[in-house]
């Protein structure tokens, strides 16, 4: 296993339910449970408690952790195989998206991955990434993870304390200079794609004010989908806040629709973002109508979306973002590859919540064993020859427990 994130934990819990299956973890961290441990805002201890049931998986006897281990780079494809029957690449689609529009590279300006990783105190993300020096911040985005961000930077040291923070960010964010935070979306609030209890939970910092201008709560045809259900509470929501009048927090944190970001403002750094309002086609195309305005910030984080990257000699779909699969089955040049599999964000894209990469592990290692009999057999047996070699590179293995 490739990648010790929700997907990839779940694919071997899984796989450790077939008798005499025995599964190496691997991660390029030193630690387990990637998204879970570095993705998810640390004000949130009931989706942080996942990281107790994926722990019990890592501490099943037919499941082995090793931690320090950067496959493409320690590690090739072709020694993998080696090693192991089957492969199952879950290693996820960490890198964050830019705006790309033009001033998008200012100083100042991140993707909103990059925010979360420093307060989540990410092994990859400098200490010194964040100063929270801005007065105004402009998040471009309108999915839980914008969310997230947009409520950690509206709310109050005292709100904090009683959080599990890296010492550095927590001094940082003691010292936080915002006072008005904009999330801004592209399309109507039926389109969104945050989930309601996370939705609820921004109206609850007791720091800020939530504004919303009843004017953009207007338009677009609701979602048909099995998503409809929860656009619909989403707007309730919503128009619930744009009742209120505000109470005069010490912070405020605007949500915006209908506006796409044209332009980053600013010559040395990051002083606005202009934006287009926006509008749906019958046709359901998002479209300009020539109207624009400026929005104050000296930060910008963009929350749209995730991309994959590719690994070292497996096969990589650049538009998409993805290794390209059947049912998990890794595809080279439209042809199964026997032994290799894919599962999570790097196998579909960075769509759904945590738990759904339950369901996808478990129909790729559907397929993985379903293949099993016919798959050649890994010339290694020994469980204890791969640790060796690695340790005779110099690399600084883990194991879980540490």
Not at 229 to 258: C, K, M, T, Y
């Amino acid at each position: 296993m490739v990648g010790s994130g929700p997907a990839g934990i779940y694919a071997a819990e899984a796989l450790a339910r077939n008798p005499d299956t025995m599964i190496d973890v691997l991660d390029r961290l030193e630690q387990p449970f990637g998204l879970v441990r570095y993705g998810v805002a640390p004000d949130h201890p009931k989706i942080k408690s996942i990281a107790a049931s994926l722990q019990q998986v890592v501490e099943d006897p037919a499941v082995r952790f090793l931690g320090g281990v950067g496959v493409g780079t320690a590690l090739t494809l072709t020694e993998l195989h080696r090693h192991y029957d089957a492969v199952i690449f879950a290693y996820g689609s960490a890198v964050g998206r830019r705006l790309g529009v033009p001033g998008d590279d200012l100083p100042g300006s991140f993707a909103a991955s990059d925010f979360v990783a420093w307060y989540c105190g990410h092994p990859d993300a400098p200490i010194d990434a964040f100063t929270l020096a801005a007065r105004s911040v402009a998040v471009v985005g309108v999915g839980n993870v914008a969310l997230d961000v947009a409520r950690m930077l509206a709310k109050s040291d005292a709100e904090l304390r009683e959080v599990d923070l890296p010492d550095h960010v927590r001094r940082v964010l003691a010292a936080n200079a915002v006072e008005d935070v904009h999330l801004i979306g592209r399309r109507g609030p039926l389109q969104a794609r945050f989930t309601t209890k996370e939705l609820r939970e921004l109206g609850e910092v007791a720091n800020a004010d939530v504004i919303v201008d009843p004017d953009e709560l207007k338009g677009g045809e609701p979602d048909t989908g099995e998503a409809a259900p929860v656009a619909r509470r989403n707007l309730d929501v919503l128009r619930e806040w744009a009742e209120r009048s505000p109470q005069g927090r010490p912070r405020r944190i605007h949500v915006r629709f209908w506006w796409q970001p044209l332009k980053v403002v600013g010559t040395a750094a990051v002083a606005g973002l202009d934006l287009e309002r926006t509008r749906l086609e019958p046709d359901g195309v998002l479209t300009g109508t020539g109207e624009t305005t400026t929005v104050e910030a000296q930060m910008v984080l963009a929350s749209v979306g995730y991309r994959g990257l590719p690994l070292p000699g497996l096969p990589f779909d650049s538009e998409r973002g993805v290794v390209p699969n059947i049912d998990g089955r890794v595809l080279r040049d439209g042809q199964v590859v026997p032994g290799e599999y894919v599962a999570g964000w790097i196998k579909r894209g960075p769509t759904g919540i945590i738990g759904t990469n339950k369901r996808d592990a478990r129909e790729t290692v559907q397929a993985l064993l379903s293949d099993a009999p016919t798959l050649p057999r890994a010339p290694v047996r020994d469980p204890g020859v791969l640790p060796a070699e690695l340790a005779e590179r110099g690399v600084r293995l883990t194991s879980w427990p540490a």
